[in-house]
């Protein structure tokens, strides 16, 4: 799953996956997009609920500092690593 929030040329891409081997981890990426300013930070949590709970989270503090949805038509691809 992918969540985009921008203000002006400011933006946070936060991205919530399961890796290979079975963690869920949750990828916040925010700078601005003006001067290729960008940090990255990844959260391993110990359950798909809690790495939800983290975006949620997210998505609180990004609308109260003035972030706005960004939606973005993409395709979600399923592979069987298993």
């Known amino acids: 799953m992918i969540v985009r929030w921008r203000k002006q040329h400011e933006y946070c891409i936060v991205r919530l996956y399961q890796d290979l ?15 290729n300013d960008s ?5 391993v949590t110990h359950s798909y609920q809690a790495a939800r709970d983290l975006l949620k989270e ?6 109260k500092l003035g972030f706005r949805s960004a939606k973005r ?3 979600q691809l399923g592979f069987d690593f298993g």
């Open 73 to 75: 038509d993409e395709i």
């Open 21 to 35: 081997i079975g963690d869920w981890v949750v990828t916040q990426c925010w700078g601005d997009s003006t001067c």
């Open 58 to 63: 997210i998505n609180r503090e990004q609308k």
């Open 39 to 43: 940090t990255v930070t990844h959260t």
